[in-house]
């Protein structure tokens, strides 16, 4: 049963630290999305790549946050410095691009907290 | 650009009873719709998606969808609620050219009472 799997699962940290979290996509998937989810503002859309490019990061606030995928089993979201209002659960999420698919499949979510 | 709109923040419905969470949705074009739910400290789950065809859509554990063009609506009903429905709805959309990301609704909190 192919899954989505994020790392880790729950991250408390302080304001200033750099926190990282990871995201394998489902084997064969060629897009990869970052998402946030607050009770604020819902499920915001932070980053989203197809074929290991980032075609849109501006969801993401650029002077803190920045998104990779070094390689196609591989999506990392690094903040620096993480602040308060980073708080959030990350979701993940992976498809395969064609046009009349659109399928997202999502990761279980890490749970950010800074203190 | 594309938008959702789930206008209900939490449905209630009683064990048993038909329920509904509605969706209305703007797009450029014809529209794919689908429906995700969340359940407690987990992630989205697909539950069904209106591509073309009927436009009435069958999803996973007996929800359905009424896709409504002139009413730009995308309504999840369900004839028999569960217990264990009781979770968090979200809509979403996108135009059917090109490929763009999909644009999600706020959710909508379903409560199913027993």
């Known amino acids: 049963d192919a899954r989505v799997t994020q790392t880790p699962r729950h991250k408390v940290t302080e304001m200033g630290q750099e926190v990282t979290m990871r995201c394998q996509p489902i084997?064969?998937?060629?897009?990869v999305f970052w998402y946030r989810q607050t009770m604020m503002q819902g499920l915001e859309l932070l980053a989203y790549?197809?074929?290991?490019?980032?075609?849109?990061d501006s969801g993401m606030p650029k002077d803190r946050f920045s998104a990779e995928m070094p390689d196609a089993t591989l999506a990392t979201l690094k903040i620096q410095p993480s602040e308060p209002r980073d708080s959030a659960v990350y979701f993940c999420?992976?498809?395969?691009?064609?046009?009349?698919?659109?399928?997202?499949?999502f990761g279980p979510g890490t749970r950010l907290t800074v203190l | 650009a594309q938008s959702v709109a789930q206008p209900e923040d939490q449905v209630n419905v009683a064990e048993g009873n038909p329920l509904t969470v509605k969706c209305t949705y703007s797009?450029?074009?014809?529209?794919?719709l689908f429906w995700y739910v969340q359940y407690p400290n987990r992630g989205l789950q697909f539950l069904l998606k209106?591509?073309?065809?009927?436009?009435l859509v069958k999803g996973s554990y007996g929800f359905e969808a009424e896709f409504n063009k002139s009413q730009t609506s995308f309504h999840l009903k369900k004839p028999s609620a569960l217990v264990s429905d009781s979770a968090l709805y979200f809509c979403?959309?996108?135009?059917?050219?090109?490929?763009?990301?999909?644009?999600f609704g706020k959710g909508t909190m379903l409560l199913v009472s027993p």
């Open positions: 790549f197809r074929n290991r490019a980032p075609l849109d």
């Open positions: 797009v450029s074009g014809n529209p794919y």
């Open positions: 979403a959309v996108r135009p059917d050219r090109g490929y763009s990301t999909l644009t």
């Open positions: 084997l064969g998937h060629n897009t």
């Open positions: 209106y591509i073309t065809g009927d436009n």
């Open positions: 999420a992976s498809g395969l691009v064609t046009i009349r698919v659109g399928e997202q499949f």
